[in-house]
Nanobody
Framework: EVRVVESGGGLVQAGGSLRLSCVAS????????VGWFRQAPGKEREWLSC????????????????NIVDFAKGRFTISVDYAKNTVYLQMNTLKPEDTGVYTC?????????????????WGQGTPVTVSS
């Protein structure tokens, strides 16, 4: 059974930073995709970023295995620590409009040239509140 658990959310002032973590257990494939989404109050869930995980080729450059939504470029960075089996979403220069529930998901199909992936397994989400 695949289990996805996020952590790292919290309350931060505008301009601050947070690093979210996502641990996926029970994934039987060496290659899969991890994506980050968020849902702001009163809005639909939106895709933020994804990373293509490959346990057989762990030293690929991040720019070759990640994709990120345009509005987050320069502020958010997705990365992976294979030793800890953890995907991170580093969020800098946070704004009040970044407030929402951030959710991690596991699936397939993320590419650096535009595919956002398709997702089968979802975490419960971690709340982020950015105060002005």
């Amino acid at each position: 059974e695949v289990r996805v658990v996020e952590s790292g959310g919290g309350l931060v002032q505008a301009g601050g930073s947070l690093r979210l973590s996502c641990v996926a257990s029970g994934v039987t494939s060496d290659e899969y995709t991890v994506g980050w989404f968020r849902q702001a109050p009163g809005k639909e869930r939106e895709w933020l970023s994804c990373i293509s995980i490959d346990h057989n080729m762990m030293y690929k450059d991040l720019e070759d295995i990640t994709n990120i939504v345009d509005f987050a470029k320069g502020r958010f960075t997705i990365s992976v620590d294979y030793a800890k089996n953890t995907v991170y979403l580093q969020m800098n220069t946070l704004k009040p409009e970044d407030t929402g529930v951030y959710t991690c998901a596991v699936g397939w199909g993320c590419t650096a040239w535009g595919r956002r992936g398709w997702y089968d397994y979802w975490g419960q989400g971690t709340p982020v509140t950015v105060s002005s």
